[in-house]
């Protein structure tokens, strides 16, 4: 059981839950930062292999045009995403997607819009093999890093026994993303017990969060997701697309994407897999139509009746996910 909704105070709460009440434990404290996933084995971080991860995440060296980065798509001053409806890749072509922040990630059970990578290692090689991407082949990539001295003393330091291969490139981004968490927002704070964290507009907003607009039914606990796809009734942009059902062939599947973070969204519009959205005004409208289009629509989506107040307050809410400090990166220098 989740969705025990209370405006409690955390004091208040644990009255409730030192009685033993059923469910109770679900209830704000839920929203506690978690120790982030276990790294896979071979993988546990180290100083080395983060700084490995940070460079290469930089490097535009490791795209078939030696001008585009990881960070050029998910850039650190645009909440490490790319402020566009969809991605633009290799030779200027525009991606089917919108670029999702890589904040986070480290809590995330799939990777991608569709889930088609279960790891942040898995993850990693795709971008930078998709010729879409960053068109790059591997063998081309593993003599160029190679041929770099200041690579060689990096991987060696890292990886000494994958050396420098396919394997330990993903494997140091990964240990890299996973140092790239959202600091403290409000919301936090309050959850902590500062009842003058967030504003009462803000506090409205999450009682309707967990309430009457049931947003909580898949975005939840700290990151605001559930590891889970689902189809919101978006119209299409441009090519029709499965989405989830790529990997999963299942009629519910059509048209369902991953539930994304809710944190940090200030700096992550456009929203949606398509870059439907420009305004969190206009996700919130797209929610209380109840979505669009029907077919596979998620069975928990509902128009929801909102008020223009009820509208305003969601919206409060989703700005106390903002981090008071962004998490901010310093441009490494490459090694030469
Ligand atoms: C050309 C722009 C572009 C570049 C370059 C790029 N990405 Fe991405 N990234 C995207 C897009 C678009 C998606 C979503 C694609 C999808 O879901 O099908 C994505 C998805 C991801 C995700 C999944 C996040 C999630 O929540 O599911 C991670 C992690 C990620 N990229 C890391 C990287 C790394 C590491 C690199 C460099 C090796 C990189 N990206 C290079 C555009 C880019
Ligand atoms: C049925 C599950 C579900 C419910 C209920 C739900 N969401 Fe979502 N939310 C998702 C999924 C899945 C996406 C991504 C959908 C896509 O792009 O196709 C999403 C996307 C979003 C985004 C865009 C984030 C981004 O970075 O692109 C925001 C903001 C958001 N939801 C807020 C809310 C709010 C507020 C509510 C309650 C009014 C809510 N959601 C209810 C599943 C849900």
């Not at 990881?70 to 790319?82: E, F, Y």
């Not at 790891?119 to 971008?127: I, N, R, T, V, Y």
């Not at 991407?133 to 200041?150: K, N, P, Q, T």
């Not at 790529?246 to 994407?257: D, E, I, S, V």
């Amino acid at each position: 059981m989740r969705s025990i909704s209370f405006l409690t105070r955390p004091g208040f709460f644990l009255v409730l839950a030192c009685l033993s009440w059923g469910g109770a434990q679900a209830g704000i404290l839920d929203y506690r930062r978690p120790p982030i996933l276990p790294p896979p084995a071979g993988n546990e971080s180290t100083p080395a292999r983060v700084a490995l991860g940070k460079v290469l995440f930089f490097d535009p060296r490791l795209s078939g045009s030696k001008w585009i980065s990881c960070a050029t798509c998910h850039n650190p001053a645009l909440g490490w995403a790319d402020g566009l409806p969809t991605g633009i890749g290799h030779g200027m072509q525009n991606l089917a997607r919108s670029t999702p922040t890589v904040l986070n990630t480290a809590y995330n059970k799939f990777q991608f819009w569709d889930g088609r990578a279960r790891s942040l290692e898995e993850q990693a090689l795709g971008p930078i093999l998709n010729a879409g991407e960053m068109h790059r082949d591997i063998d081309g990539l593993l003599r160029d890093l190679s041929a770099i001295d200041g690579y060689r003393t990096m991987f060696a330091a890292a990886y000494r026994e994958d050396g420098i291969s396919e394997a330990a490139i993903g494997k140091a981004l990964a240990a890299y993303e996973r140092t790239l968490i959202t600091t403290e927002a409000p919301f936090d704070a309050w959850v902590e017990g500062n009842e003058s964290a967030i504003t009462d507009s803000a506090k409205r907003g999450f009682v309707l969060f967990e309430g009457k607009a049931k947003c909580n039914l898949c975005h939840q606990g700290f990151n605001f997701q559930d590891d889970g796809f689902h189809n919101l009734g978006l119209k299409e942009r441009g090519k029709p697309d499965p989405g989830r059902y790529a990997q999963r062939a299942l009629p519910a599947a059509r048209g369902a994407f991953k539930t994304p973070t809710l944190r940090e969204l200030s700096l992550t519009a456009p929203y949606m897999h398509n870059g439907a959205y420009a305004t969190l005004q206009q996700v919130i409208d797209h929610y209380n139509r109840g979505g669009d289009v029907r077919t596979n629509l998620s069975p928990n989506m509902h128009p929801l009746n909102l008020s223009t107040t009820e509208k305003s307050d969601l919206i409060e809410f989703l700005g106390a996910l903002n981090s008071t400090n962004p998490l901010t990166e310093t441009i490494p220098i490459l090694p030469q």
